[in-house]
């Protein structure tokens, strides 16, 4: 089946500090990444939708100049929390799909806690 | 854009017994509909999913049935077991110029108690 990593599984950093989250697809080619944050006990909410090649495009409330994504290849998308606050603090999970009708697939997420 | 909801919010229900949980959707242009179950601090696993051309799919003790005219779709899980305890959400992917995006329900606290 396929899979999705992510690393890391969980970082804690300071705040103002920059911390970056890789989401890859382990056995297919993922032209399409997706972002969620969820906060505990909440749903996922999505972030933004990174295609590969091509500029993300952030859902609405998204700070693009805080949460820059990139996704350089079809393996491969990172998401990079830049000044990172307290607010911040939240899991992370990408997923990824294979075409626009396929199902996601999700990674195991990243716990952020920022001190 | 899309808005899906999802109740109940808790659910409980005795080992062995069935659990239902319902999600409305407002976009008529979604046409993919999975049902997610995510335990605590775990990644959401797909349990079953529907296409808008079918109106019931079953997966042994797992079933879901979409309702286009009403807008509402619903999974059911028959002869529920301890296990089966997590969180349960739905997701619509709605009109395809957004891609293949989901947005989820607020999901549904299933205890199953035995």
């Known amino acids: 089946g396929a899979v999705v990593s992510q690393h890391p599984s969980r970082v804690i950093c300071k705040s103002g500090t920059s911390v970056k989250i890789e989401c890859r697809s382990l056995?297919?080619?993922?032209?399409?990444m997706f972002w969620y944050r969820q906060f505990p006990k909440k749903s996922l909410m999505l972030m933004a939708t990174?295609?590969?090649?091509?500029?993300?495009?952030?859902e609405q409330g998204v700070e693009k100049d805080k949460f820059l994504i990139n996704h350089a290849s079809l393996t491969l998308s990172t998401l990079t929390v830049t000044s990172a606050h307290p607010e911040d603090s939240s899991f992370y999970i990408c997923?990824?799909?294979?075409?626009?009708?396929?199902?996601?697939?999700f990674g195991p997420g990243t716990r952020l806690t920022v001190l | 854009g899309e808005n899906v909801e999802q109740h109940p919010s808790t659910l409980s229900v005795q080992e062995g017994d069935s659990a239902v949980i319902k999600c409305t959707y407002s976009?008529?242009?979604?046409?993919?509909f999975p049902w997610y179950k995510q335990e605590l601090g775990k990644r959401p696993q797909l349990i079953i999913d529907?296409?808008?051309?079918?109106g019931e799919k079953k997966d042994q003790r797992i079933a879901v049935t979409l309702n286009k005219t009403a807008k509402h779709f619903s999974l059911h899980i028959t002869e529920t077991q301890p296990e089966d305890s997590a969180v349960y959400f739905c997701?619509?992917?709605?009109?395809?110029?957004?891609?293949?995006?989901?947005?989820f329900g607020a999901g549904t606290i299933l205890r199953v108690k035995s």
């Open positions: 529907i296409r808008s051309n079918v």
């Open positions: 997701a619509a992917t709605p009109h395809k110029e957004y891609g293949n995006k989901l947005v």
């Open positions: 056995d297919f080619q993922a032209t399409t």
């Open positions: 997923s990824a799909s294979g075409s626009r009708d396929d199902e996601q697939f």
């Open positions: 976009d008529s242009a979604s046409n993919y």
């Open positions: 990174s295609n590969e090649g091509s500029k993300a495009t952030y």
